[in-house]
C-alpha cells in the first residue's frame, strides 16, 4: 500500500493552516495592539508501520514581537506601550487579558475600558475608575492623576491610580484572545 498519499494530505493539512493564519494576519493588519503569528513547519517521522513515512505538521505559532508605529491621536484614554509589556484588563466575566494598546473610554459606571469592554486594571487590582466631569493626566508612568480646575485656587491633581503593566516569560506562548487582545497559556 502506498503511504504518499498520507505524505500529501498531511502537507496539505498544514498549508490550510498556514493559509488561515496569513489571512487572519491580513484581517487584523490595522487592528491597534494586534501581533502577527507566524507559522513554521517540521518533518516528523512516523514508525506505526514498517515503511518510513514522512509527515508534515505544523508547530505553533510564534507571536512577533515587533511593533507597529504609535499615532498620536488627541485623546487622553488612547493608549498604547513602547518597548516590553501589556496593559492588564479585566472582562466582565472575571478573565484577565493582555493588550498592549486600545482606544480606552470611560463607560456608564466611569471604569476606563476598551472597546471590547474590558476595564484597565490598576496595579492594586481594581478596575481604573474615572467620573465623567473629572479631567485627569496619564503620565508616562502609567499614574493617572485626577485634575481640579477650581477657579478659585490653583489646580491640583490627586492619584487615581497606577495603571497595571505587566509581561509575560515567553511572550510566543500567549493565545490570541480577539479584539487585539491576548491570553496567558502554560507555554507564556
Not at 512516523?46 to 515503511?51: E, Q, R, V
Not at 479631567?135 to 497595571?164: C, Q, W, Y
Request: charged content about 20%; aromatic content about 6%; glycine content about 10%.
Amino acid at each position: 500500500m502506498s503511504h504518499g498519499i498520507y505524505t500529501a494530505a498531511a502537507g496539505a493539512r498544514a498549508r490550510h493552516w498556514q493559509v488561515d493564519v496569513i489571512a487572519n494576519n491580513l484581517a487584523n493588519a490595522s487592528t491597534p495592539g494586534f501581533r502577527q503569528i507566524k507559522v513554521a513547519f517540521e518533518e516528523v517521522m512516523d514508525k506505526a508501520t514498517s515503511d518510513s513515512r514522512h509527515l508534515v505538521q505544523v508547530r505553533p505559532g510564534r507571536m512577533s514581537s515587533s511593533t507597529g508605529a504609535l499615532v498620536e491621536t488627541g485623546n487622553t484614554f488612547d493608549m498604547a506601550l513602547r518597548g516590553q509589556g501589556f496593559f492588564l484588563t479585566e472582562e466582565a466575566n472575571g478573565n484577565r487579558r493582555l493588550v498592549r494598546s486600545a482606544p480606552f473610554q470611560r463607560n456608564a459606571d466611569g471604569h476606563v475600558v476598551d472597546p471590547a469592554g474590558r476595564a484597565l486594571l490598576t496595579r492594586s487590582g481594581s478596575k481604573l475608575r474615572i467620573e465623567s466631569n473629572q479631567r485627569v493626566t496619564i503620565t508616562g508612568d502609567g499614574e493617572v492623576f485626577l485634575v481640579n480646575n477650581d477657579t478659585s485656587s490653583t489646580p491640583n491633581e490627586k492619584l487615581a491610580g497606577i495603571i497595571n503593566i505587566v509581561d509575560v516569560p515567553n511572550r510566543a506562548g500567549l493565545s490570541p484572545a480577539g479584539q487585539g487582545a491576548y491570553m496567558t497559556t502554560d507555554l507564556s
